[in-house]
C-alpha cells in the first residue's frame, strides 16, 4: 500500500457495530447490527472510500498525476473522490451528467473548492462514457491520467469493500447493502462465506440489470456464488425520489437511534428491510448486519 494512503487512512474513525433495539425485532428474537460506515470520515462517504482505496493504490503504483471520473450533479463518488484526490496532491476530472446549472449546489461547490476540473457532458454523452470500464478504457486518456468508472465500479474496489466484511467481529446470517452500481455488494458477496446471505436493495426503479452486473463482477473471482439476491421492489418511486413514508421512515430512525440516514441509498435499504422483516420473512434466531454505506452529504 502506498505510504500516502496508509497516512491519509491513519485519519480515519472506526466504523463500529451498533446494535438496533426495536419491539418488532425482539418479537421475533432478531438481532439488527449497523455497521457504521458512516463514520469512517467526515467527508468521505464510507462506501467510497472502500471502493477507491484499491484504485487509488493502482494509480499511485503507476505514478499517475491525474484521475477523471464520471457522476451526477449530487455524486458522493466524485464528492469522495475530488476530497481524496485534493488530499493527496493529485489533479482530478470530472464528466458531470446534465447542463451546467446556473447555481452550483453544494456538492458541485465542494469539488469546484478542492479543485476538481468539471466538464458538463448531455445525457448521451453521459450514457457513452458509461461503456468505459477499464483505468486505461477511457478514448485520448494522457499517460499521466487514469481513468475511474461511474461509482467506482472497477476489479479493484471489491477488495477494498471486503475489508468490511473483515471488521466484523461477530458471527452473523445475512448482510444488506444498498446497490446503485452494485459494486459494494459484489465486494461484500465475494467476501463472505457461502452459508451467509447477502442482500442488496436497489436505489434505482427497474434495475434488474443489476443481476448480471453482479454476476459480471464476480465472474472473476474463484467460485460461482449463489448466496446472494436483490430486492428492486425498494426503489420507492426511483433514484433520487422521496415518498411521505420514506421521509417518515428516516425521521423516525434518527429519533429512536440517534442515526442519520439518506433517502437514496441507506434509508430505501432500512425501509425494505424493516419491511421484510414485518413480513415475517426472516427465520426467528437470526442475526442481520445493516451496511450504513454514508453518503450524508446529499442531504444538503
Ligand atoms: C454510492 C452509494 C451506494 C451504492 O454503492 P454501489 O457500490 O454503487 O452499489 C450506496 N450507498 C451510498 C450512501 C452511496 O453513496
Known sequence: MDARLIALEKQFSRSELT??????LAE???EVWLKRDDLLHPIISGNKWRK????LNHALSLHKTTLISMGGAYSNHLHAL??????LNLNTKA????ERPTVLNPTLQDLMAWNMHLTFVSRSEYRQLRLYKAFNALPDLHSNEYWIPEGGAMDCALQGVREIIQEIPIAYDVICTACGTGTTLAGIISGVPETTQVMGFAALKGADFLNADVAKMLSTQQSIRKNWQIQLNYHLGGFAKQTPLLSKFIHDFAQHHAVNLEPIYTGKMLFGLYDLIYQGYFSTGQRI???????LQGNR
Open 95 to 98: 464528466f458531470i451528467r446534465g
Open 82 to 87: 475530488a476530497f481524496v484526490g485534493n488530499a
Open 52 to 55: 477507491l482505496k484499491y484504485a
Open 28 to 30: 421475533q428474537q432478531l
Open 289 to 295: 448486519i445493516a451496511l450504513h454505506t454514508g453518503g
Open 19 to 24: 446494535p438496533i433495539h426495536a419491539p418488532s
